[in-house]
């Protein structure tokens, strides 16, 4: 039996969480979680308004 854990992003700025959303980098290939509402990401979070979360994912 496997136990899957993500880890979710979310951002604050709004208020209320919004989900980061993975967008390209100029790394070619490298992903970055990035808030579409203010560009907070996860290393890069000057507000401090990233939270995640982990969930389990059940089959
Ligand atoms: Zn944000």
Known sequence: ????VERRYFC????KPLE??????DEEGQLDLICE???ASPSSD????ITYQDVTLDD
């Open 20 to 25: 980061l959303v993975p967008v390209e980098t």
């Open 37 to 39: 509402r203010c560009g």
């Open 1 to 4: 039996m496997t136990i899957d």
């Open 46 to 49: 000057p507000k401090h308004t």
């Open 12 to 15: 604050n700025c709004s208020g």
